[in-house]
């Protein structure tokens, strides 16, 4: 035991290990298993367990204080000063959390006044609601939002390309109900820009869109400054497909072409930059989204800085789990990856944060998928805690390492967007389409080999779920930039197998043939039996015209062939080999790694499933 007054030292009576020590052992293991070989050198370990992202920086997997950025350029600063990387506000969330923001959308006044009011009395603090066409009439708003205290609840209205319409008839609610203008706080939601990017137009020429935004938000400065006329949607790049830093620099682009039809139109810098709100996707890669969120800030403080104000340029964040990520089959397990996107945003430091229902890629969300959304954020803030510590990943090496080289991505695709002309300029062209496919398509790649796993869908799906019935939601806009989700292609196939049970009674069906032992053959049948059903295809030990081989390899090299001869004999018609190899009469090889959808397409076409 320590004796009073002696100091206790942790590890005292150990050896501190090096770095040079862990590259010794990683190699060792490297090698076992047939990532390295013999002559693989110490200094390769490095970038042979770095993992590349799509945004080109590689994470390392080891991070020590030699690996942290440092340097006046990556300065971090104290929460609630510049660059504001550790938070726009010096007190964090400790003021009671975040902003808990609840979606509304829909058109009937009355449901929606439920709902509110419903989310508002247990836990929510502001509320995000659609308006204008095909949503909730500006004439009803008096009717949805009846009983909520505006001076009490933020309003943040989606109005599509009516933002200046929906602005009147906000201020007109306000006068209606007496209420002081400078006691409201929310947003009206302009983002003519955000709306190019989703439809491919506008509903009237650009100039004159920024031109009524401004006017809104010199109005706001005016009569509200606690309402933001103006939101910069980012969340349209994410969904089609784009990296963090693409939709970092995309926000950043955006975010600058407001600030100059603001300050065009007579604003003062700091007036401009407090009319502006910015909406980022939070995802179940935790540690990104916590990069984001802060690269984010980092980079608006640079803009505010190089605009002349770099003491009002702390970036108010809107974080809203990833609607991409959401999936329509075994949507249960969205509930955890809200979760987890929940909790990265808190820490991020987002200002407000908005959790999609489970199922929300299934319809219109209902009450009790509503109230598990609302309750994600309030036991992360009333019981984990996670807003009593302000930036608490800062100071990780890792997290320093991802926000530095995420902010210098990000800023390296702002000034090309800049370069061409401007974010509009940048979207007419092409350019941002195109860098978005490309990524989207690298995504897409990793999806189909499973190298990005989705739980539930491309891995451990349930061919007997029962999916929860739910009213059609309202097609969002289209016509620009593609909305992708990460499931979309494997949930094609799982819905190419419901069309085949509806129609004939039973699901299509490939039979399993072992070769050697069940201990032997066992792994092969578990990844073969996961593999198919992530296209929606059972399995069966019965004779079949499709037959998947499994066993390993040494009983493949000895019996495959004349296996395969005999089933040839037999009637079957496909022989698929779960493993790799180069055996004559095998149609496909299946194996960790390959192209499960192509895979799976194949043999839904062997079975006979219409497409």
């Not at 496909?588 to 043999?603: E, F, H, M, N």
Request: charged letters at 20%; proline letters at 6%; a negative charge.
């Amino acid at each position: 035991m320590t004796a009073p007054g002696d100091e206790l030292t942790l590890g005292a009576d150990f050896t501190p290990a090096t770095v040079g020590q862990w590259r010794k052992l990683a190699l060792a293991a490297l090698r076992k298993s047939g990532a390295a070989t013999e002559d693989t050198a110490l200094e390769q370990v490095d970038e042979l367990l770095a993992t590349t992202t799509y945004d080109g920086p590689s994470i390392a997997a080891l991070h020590t204080p030699d690996s942290a950025p440092t340097g006046p350029a990556v300065q971090t600063g104290l929460p609630g000063q510049w660059p504001f990387v550790r938070g726009a506000r010096a007190s964090g969330g400790l003021g009671g959390g975040w902003d808990v923001r609840q979606r509304h959308t829909g058109e009937n006044p009355k449901e929606i006044r439920e709902a509110v009011l419903g989310d508002l009395e247990n836990g929510a603090t502001s509320i995000w609601l659609s308006v204008g066409d095909d949503a909730l009439p500006f004439d009803a708003l008096p009717d949805a939002l009846d009983g909520v205290h505006l001076d009490l609840a933020g309003v943040v209205l989606d109005p599509g390309n009516d933002f200046a319409a929906a602005g009147e008839a906000w201020f007109d609610l306000l006068a209606a109900r007496g209420a002081d203008p400078r006691q409201v706080r929310g947003g009206l939601g302009a983002d003519p820009l955000g709306l190019l990017a989703r439809t491919g137009s506008v509903a009237g020429p650009g100039e004159t869109d920024l031109v009524l935004a401004a006017a809104l938000a010199g109005r706001c400065v005016a009569e509200a400054p606690g309402i933001r006329a103006i939101t910069v949607d980012a969340t349209v790049y994410h969904d089609a497909g784009g990296s963090d830093a693409e939709e970092l620099g995309c926000a950043a682009a955006a975010g600058v072409a407001y600030l100059r039809a603001l300050t065009d139109a007579g604003l003062p810098v700091a007036a401009a930059l407090s009319q502006l709100e910015f909406r980022y996707a939070a995802t179940a890669d935790q540690f990104a989204t916590i990069a984001k969120l802060r690269a984010a800030r980092r980079i608006w403080a640079r803009i505010a800085e190089l605009s002349g104000e770099p003491g009002a340029g702390g970036q108010r964040q809107h974080a809203v789990t990833s609607a991409a990520m959401m999936t329509a089959r075994d949507p249960w397990v969205n509930l955890l990856r809200t979760t987890i996107a929940a909790f990265a945003a808190g820490v991020g430091g987002a200002d407000a944060v908005t959790v999609l229902p489970f199922d929300h890629g299934l319809g219109r969300p209902d009450g009790f998928s509503r109230r598990l959304a609302r309750n994600t954020q309030t036991l992360l803030v009333e019981e984990a805690h996670v807003a009593r510590v302000i930036d608490p990943a800062g100071g990780s090496w890792y997290v320093e390492s991802y926000t530095d080289e995420l902010a210098r991505a990000a800023w390296e695709w702002f000034t090309g967007i800049e370069q061409a002309g401007g974010i509009a300029a940048a979207l007419g062209s092409g350019l941002v389409a195109d860098r978005l496919a490309a990524t989207w398509q690298r995504r897409e790649s990793n999806l189909a080999h499973r190298r990005d796993p989705i739980t539930g869908v491309s891995e451990f799906p349930d061919l007997a779920e029962r999916v929860p019935e739910r009213r059609p939601a309202t097609v969002p806009a289209g016509g620009g930039l593609p909305r992708h989700r990460y499931a979309e292609a494997f949930e094609r196939l799982r819905d190419r197998s419901d069309a085949y049970l509806a129609a004939t009674g039973s699901r299509p069906t490939v039979s399993l043939v072992t070769l050697g032992s069940p201990a032997a053959s066992g792994p092969r049948v578990t990844f073969a039996t996961n593999l198919f059903a992530a296209g929606g295809i059972a399995v069966t030990t019965s004779p079949g015209a499709v037959v998947c081989l499994c066993g390993p390899d040494k009983a493949y090299a000895e019996q495959a062939v004349d296996l395969t001869t005999e089933l040839r004999a037999a009637g079957t018609q496909r022989v698929i080999l779960a493993g790799r190899g180069d055996f004559p009469g095998i149609d496909r090889y299946v194996y960790t790694g390959c192209d499960a959808v192509a895979a799976l397409t194949a043999t839904l076409a062997d079975l006979g499933v219409p497409e």
